[in-house]
């Protein structure tokens, strides 16, 4: 009964402990988180450095359209069936590559067996294309009906797509944690995507809107003055219909306190989601940068069409656009899957070793020996490696990474210049603060962004004070004035869990802490590490 309320921070040291005890995994004495999370992620992991790869078929270019991405839940399941646990796959259980995709004198013959494999489930995607497609109808139907007539604007809503689901995850990182991430980033998401409200739509919103608002107050209030209005036909029909118009226009309608403020919003968005192109810096008011996002943080109508256009889509893209790709496929699953004891066969990648497939351009220079084919994309290995040891702060990595580690922490303290971020009149520092509440993490994300806002910055023609290294110095000052929890030893006592600092000799926060701070203190840090490295 009380398993629902545990943490899994909880339930994660039990299993640690439990091995130690017991022995449950009989090929090693001891696990490591990673080999807990290398076992639930086995292969999300695979799918997360295929997407960082742009290994997968999910750009395209269409005519009108410009510059596409479909990538829907029916072809993630074929994508999932050829590749891992349908017949003929490439795993021959859950924990194993089948030998033959191990050896390279093979690969021609097994990349022919792939594209044919691929051929006969897109074939046959296309044959039952007529059952799935009125399924996929029936489902939108029963599953959405309800829910626009008690919400008709939450079709404007917005979500986030898989594809950025995808693109966005960390190596390694949880469920629960991805979309803990991705709802903390869902406002000014929004706010952003909101600043871009076309004027021209705006003024129709307006004009339509208020012709249906007064049909719909006329029929509301004969409707009142003569309940047998509502028997006359379609009366009752055209309330509804006016009602979802009306709502609808007024999703096209900005608020009018609403301040432009894209740069200084995409930064926030940035510290969460912790991925973004590098064009996008200081271009976050262009309608191309705009469009970019709205591919992962896309309509709810968007995603929903895309689903009805699934079973159509998903045999032209298996068919012609993922069998040519079979050879490096096959290569992909030889060169980067490791075979780690106690778990099995397993992405490389998902090792987060800097010095295997780190990036130079992400603080990884003079401390990876990987070639362009073997690095991960948008600084994945880095920020996976960050993310991994703040979010399980007993896990000791190995040597490369402790290393990288250090060096960053090393450039924090040089890049913050002995500053200390500011902090409003009357506000302490938070980490000295008695009684840790959840609002100080954001508090102090605040402080920092304000510091941060144009108003802030120095001008521009002051070469050596510019807005970039102003930036990355306020960012470093942030850090830190926080104790790095990744060097932070965990014990379990009757208050709490108790975090010790044993490399910084920092008493900030030592005695109890609960998961609850714990982990915005966590959420915080990894956000100013994604901004600092970023600039």
Known sequence: ADLPYYTWE???????????????????????????????????????????????????????????????????YNFQLIFFWGPGCLFQNEWSLKPEYKRAGARL????????????????????????????????????????RREPGSLGARCWSLYGRCYLRHFNELDHQLQ????????????????????????????????AGSILAVLIALTVYDEDVLAVEHVLSAVTLLGVVV????????????VFCPEQLLRVIL????????????????????????????????????????????PLVLIFRLR???????????????EVVGVGDTCSFAQMDVRQHGNPAWMSAGKTEASVYQQAEDGKTELSLMHFAITNPRWQPPRECSAFLTHLRERVQKDSGGTTPKNPPGLGHPLHCSGLS??????????????????????????????????????ASALR???????????????????RNSSFGSSLWEGPMTSGPLSEYASMEMSLHALYMHE
């Open 271 to 314: 510290a969460h989601i912790h991925y973004m192109p590098d064009h996008w810096q200081r271009s976050a008011h262009r309608s191309e940068t705009r469009g970019e996002f709205a591919q992962l943080f896309q309509y709810k109508a968007v995603f929903i069409l895309e689903e009805l256009l699934s079973p159509l889509l998903t």
């Open 10 to 76: 909880e339930i994660q040291s039990r299993i640690v402990q439990i091995q130690k005890e017991h022995q449950i995994c009989i090929h090693k004495k001891e696990l490591s988180e990673l080999d807990v999370s290398h076992r639930i992620l086995r292969f999300k992991n695979y799918m997360v450095a295929m997407v960082n790869k742009n290994l997968l078929p999910l750009q395209h270019r269409l005519p009108l359209l410009g510059d596409t991405i479909f990538y829907t839940r029916g072809l993630k």
């Open 481 to 499: 004035s926080l104790s790095p929890q990744q060097s932070y030893h965990m014990t379990q006592n009757q208050s709490g869990l108790e975090f």
């Open 109 to 148: 013959e097994l990349a022919d067996r792939l594209s044919q494999r691929i051929l006969w489930i897109g074939l046959a995607n296309l044959v039952l294309c007529p059952l799935v497609l009125v399924w996929q109808i029936l489902y939108a139907f029963f599953s959405y009906t309800e829910v626009l």
């Open 324 to 338: 040519p790709k079979s050879l490096e496929i096959i290569d992909f699953f030889r060169n980067f899957t490791v």
């Open 247 to 258: 709502t609808v226009c007024r999703s096209f309608i900005p608020d009018q306190h609403l």
């Open 180 to 211: 803990a991430r991705l709802s903390r980033a869902y406002k000014p998401a929004s706010k952003y995507m909101n600043c871009f409200l076309s004027p021209l739509l705006a003024v129709a919103a307006k004009h339509l809107g208020f012709l």
């Open 438 to 475: 959840d609002s100080e993490p954001h508090s102090l994300m605040a402080n920092m962004f304000h510091a941060m806002s144009p108003a802030t910055m120095p001008p521009h023609t002051d070469v050596l004070c510019s807005p970039h290294v102003s930036a990355v110095s306020e960012v």
